[in-house]
């Protein structure tokens, strides 16, 4: 059975207000949430601490929300709707550099965002912006719109995973990290392809292998066979 939609629920007139108590409202609620996401992560936003936060029961809140896998929907919309999709000025490729840089600044701005994105569908209006944000730029740059809708997918999931990565910390450059002392542990006996290449493995800065990656993607791109048919159903796209 199709979970219900949270972008497409009525609107829910408050039954409290006043001097007291402020009304509630989805809004309210979804920047209660965020706030908890940003300051404790993922295990930090729950409905019973945004309920308590509100100073209400979890009850109140299936009036507006259905559940917490709709909470997190409404949530990492309203996060993206700070990624910037104009402003970058150059061609194509410059334009789509800066909104996939945008797209993982605002990720990586919350521990928990990242990984709200990976357990969840984005279908609402700010990642309907990024998805025709993408489609556009990619049909400057001669994409057609099969191979396109499949590179948004690719091209997000990417992002995502940095962003995940750089939310919890993880440095694979880092010379003390676990990822530089089991490459500098590893011999030229039993691993001479990596012992080879280990101070490759680590070079870079975050910014470099970023750019270098998705100049890798989209190149592939712009090559790539022609998509799937127009009849063919998959899941939406990442964000």
């Not at 970023?210 to 066979?225: E, M, Q, S, T, Y």
Request: proline share 7%; hydrophobic share 45%; aromatic share 4%.
């Amino acid at each position: 059975m199709a979970r219900p939609n949270p972008f497409e629920a009525p609107p829910v007139k408050s039954r409290r207000g006043g001097p007291a108590k402020a009304p509630l409202s989805r809004d309210a609620i979804v920047t209660c949430a965020l706030q908890q996401l940003t300051q404790g992560g993922l295990e930090g936003m729950s409905l019973r601490k945004v309920a308590a936060a509100l100073e209400t029961g979890p009850a109140s809140l299936y009036a507006y929300v259905d559940d917490l896998h709709a909470l997190h929907a409404l949530v990492l919309d309203r996060a993206l709707g700070k990624v910037k999709l104009r402003g970058a000025k150059g061609s194509w490729r410059a334009r789509l550099q800066a909104l996939l840089r945008s797209y993982i600044q605002v990720l990586s701005a919350s521990p928990g965002l990242a990984q709200l994105a990976f357990g969840t569908i984005a279908v609402g209006p700010n990642a309907l912006r990024i998805t025709e944000a993408l489609l556009a730029l990619l049909e400057e740059a001669g994409v057609s719109a099969a191979t396109g809708a499949w590179a948004v997918d690719l091209l997000t999931l990417y992002v995502t995973a940095i962003a995940a990565e750089q939310a919890g910390g993880h440095a694979p450059a880092d010379p003390a990290g676990a990822v530089a002392r089991a490459f500098a542990a590893a011999t030229p006996a039993e691993h001479p392809h990596l012992h080879a290449a280990r101070d490759h493995l680590l070079s870079g800065t975050g910014e470099e292998r970023f750019a270098w990656a998705v100049d890798v993607l989209l190149r592939g791109i712009v090559h790539a066979p022609r998509g799937p048919s127009r009849g063919a159903r998959r899941r939406p796209p990442r964000r």
